[in-house]
């Protein structure tokens, strides 16, 4: 049985690591998402298992409690109303002549689902000479199993049900035999898309800056102050002007007088 007092220290682990907010109530949850994993281990309960993260930090063990503990739940074109503005506002944007390419940073990437849903917008773009060439997506997560994922680039077709006909005939590959209700995404736009491990709660290299942001259904796993904090790091990488992306189950999250309002979950960030 999982006690008050190791789920408090591994609810205090998780904070610290990875801004993870475990309250009480998510007590069952955690019990029963670590169980399997303990006894596949042959570990005697809650408390060796605590132990043996605290043991491995860095990665090892921890990185696999952290997979356990978060939801990667993600889909391409999920609300698609953002990837409708990011089009309508880079298809419009008049770029100086010489600047830099378009780079688009999925700042919680899960799978690789909204990375890849990014580009195809940014190829239907370029295809339409709305979009220079020489653009790309950075897809980052702190979790390397997903990133595996994304890199591999292989899908359910259930998890493409909402890519437009036309991008999903240009952009992907159907599985067939052993591979069928499989997609891959195409060589031609994976080569665009990179992905690399960073925790959002700890400082971030010097990236970009990007011309939009999506951190979209992450925040909701932080409390009030880490979220502050994650957005004050990630809107420092977007070019004044730049799109920013959250989910529209995440309000305003406490984003100020930073940015202005494209809709639900989409902003722009202000000059200056
Ligand atoms: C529900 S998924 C969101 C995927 C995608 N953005 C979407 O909206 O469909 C949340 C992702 O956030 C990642 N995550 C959680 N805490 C993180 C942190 N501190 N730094 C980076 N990524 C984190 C999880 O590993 C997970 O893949």
């Known amino acids: 049985m999982l006690s ?8 205090g682990l998780m904070h610290a690591t990875i801004g993870l907010n475990l309250p009480p109530t998510k007590k069952a949850l955690v019990a029963s998402r670590l169980a399997p994993r303990i006894h596949r281990l042959g570990l005697g309960g809650y408390d060796d298992y605590l132990a043996l993260i605290n043991e491995e930090r860095g990665d090892g063990e921890l990185q696999v ?3 356990l503990l978060t939801t990667n739940e993600t889909y391409f074109f999920r609300e698609p109303k953002h990837f409708e503005i990011l089009k309508e506002q ?13 780079e688009v940073w999925s700042a919680a990437a899960s799978c690789g689902d909204e990375a890849y849903s990014i580009a195809m917008v940014l190829a239907d773009l370029q295809a339409q000479e709305r979009l220079a060439a020489g653009w790309s997506v950075l897809g980052t997560d702190i979790s390397d199993r997903v990133l595996r ?6 899908y359910p077709a259930e998890r493409l049900r909402h890519v437009p006909q036309p991008l ?3 952009h992907c590959l159907r599985g067939e035999g052993d591979s069928e209700g499989l997609v891959q995404v ?3 736009l994976r080569e665009r898309v990179r992905f690399g491990q960073l925790n959002l709660c700890e400082e971030i290299e010097p990236l970009g800056p990007f011309d939009a ?3 979209r259904n992450v925040l909701i796993y932080f409390d009030a102050r880490t979220r502050r904090e994650v957005i004050a790091r990630v809107l420092d990488r977007l070019r004044p002007g730049g799109l920013f992306f959250i989910g529209m189950a995440e309000g305003r999250a406490d984003l100020g007088a930073q940015v ?3 809709g639900p979950g989409a902003f722009r960030k202000r000059p200056g």
């Open 186 to 188: 195409r060589p031609e």
């Open 213 to 215: 942001i999506f951190l």
């Open 260 to 262: 202005d309002v494209l």
């Open 65 to 67: 409690a952290i997979d």
């Open 168 to 170: 999903l005939r240009r």
């Open 149 to 154: 994922a994304a890199q591999a680039a292989i």
């Open 4 to 11: 008050d007092h190791t789920f408090r220290d591994i609810a």
């Open 90 to 102: 880079l298809g419009s944007a008049r770029r100086r002549p010489g600047a830099a390419p378009v």
